[in-house]
């Protein structure tokens, strides 16, 4: 059975035709990236990406999205796009849809990879338990996150909203990040705080002017040419570790795995920050934190892979009904 897999995003709409055979095994094809801000709404980037293939698109679609797709209307956290889930049938000419959360996706892949498709972060260098609650966290144009539950042989997926929790400062610095952010938005998320654009309201609460165009405060970031900035991505990565502890306790969690569009950038520079002190600093439960493996994962899409098994999942030879999230 082929599919066409999306993974919608703040920054980027991915676009994949997924082949699923009958014993729910996943290939996907080669991605398109069609960036939001060149399109108008899904449909547009549905059309640019039937373009690029030169072909009609399946009649069946599995779509993570950057929003609580419970909603009527979707609106991208930090985009600008709104979906309505029940017109898209039509609208895309679509007789099977599944619809949603783009890291409730993540959490389906990570219950499909393999061990190759991870790399060690800190913590116990083990594999991913196969019992219990796999938290998976992820920054990138806002901040994701979803539990993977693991029993037996098989694994359940809880979508949460986790990263619009709230966000608690832990020194003097954080305080004045959180009053800078409070002053503009009001209620502050830890979202606000650990995503791509929050690297520049660290930069200005710690002194500077920030450029025009984030994408270089995080290159003068990462390559360390601006004291300041790497200062700011310093505490942009403590609070990751606050925030991803914070969330395995929440979630009961016996493992992390962190994704998103910043995770695999900071690949190299987590483990010489001071993240994963920030993600043990849990007072009495420090111990059950040091047990924690916390990995990165590396496959290069895995929203589009983690759709297209979810819509396996839901669509299979052995399951044939849909879910309550499809129309």
């Known amino acids: 059975m ?11 709409a991915r676009f994949v035709l997924a082949t699923i055979d009958e014993n729910k095994a996943v290939r996907l094809g080669e991605p398109y990236t069609a960036p939001t801000a060149g399109h108008g709404g899904l449909e547009s980037a549905w059309a640019a ?75 116990p260098d083990l594999s991913l338990p196969t019992q219990g609650v796999i938290s998976v966290i992820g920054p990138g144009t806002g901040l994701g996150a979803a539990q993977l539950l693991r029993v037996d042989s098989h694994h359940h997926v809880i ?71 790497a200062e700011a991505l310093e505490r942009f990565c403590l609070s990751l570790g606050s925030v991803a502890g914070d969330l395995a306790l929440a979630h009961g969690a016996v493992a992390v795995v962190i994704g998103g569009g910043l995770g695999l950038r900071l690949a190299g520079h987590l483990p010489r920050s001071g993240f994963h002190e920030r993600f043990l ?34 669509y299979g030879p052995a399951r044939r009904e849909p879910s309550n999230r499809s129309s």
Not at 171 to 188: F, N, S
Not at 296 to 306: A, F, M, R, Y
Request: a negative charge.
């Open 2 to 12: 082929e599919i066409v897999a999306a993974d919608i995003g703040g920054t980027n």
């Open 49 to 123: 990406f039937a373009a690029h293939l030169g072909r009609p698109l399946p009649a069946a679609a599995s779509i993570a999205v950057a929003g609580n797709e419970r909603e009527d209307v979707l609106y991208l956290t930090n985009g600008d796009w709104a979906i309505r889930p029940a017109e898209l049938s039509t609208t895309l000419g679509l007789e099977r849809l599944l619809i949603l959360n783009d890291f409730g996706a993540v959490a389906h892949a990570v219950a499909q990879l393999g061990e190759d498709a991870f790399t060690h972060l800190c913590g």
């Open 159 to 229: 979508e949460t909203e986790s990263g619009h929790i709230g966000f608690a400062p832990l020194d003097e610095v954080e305080t004045r990040i959180r009053e800078r952010l409070a002053q503009r938005y009001g209620r502050v998320s830890v979202e606000r705080i650990v995503a791509g654009p929050a690297l520049d309201d660290i930069y200005a609460a710690l002194g500077g002017t920030p450029p025009a165009d984030d994408r270089a405060l995080w290159t003068a970031a990462m390559n360390g040419t601006d004291p300041l900035a």
């Open 281 to 314: 600093a849990k007072g009495r439960f420090r111990p059950r934190m040091e047990a924690m493996p916390v990995k990165l994962i590396t496959h290069p899409q895995p929203g589009l892979l983690g759709a297209a098994v979810a819509f396996a999942e839901t």
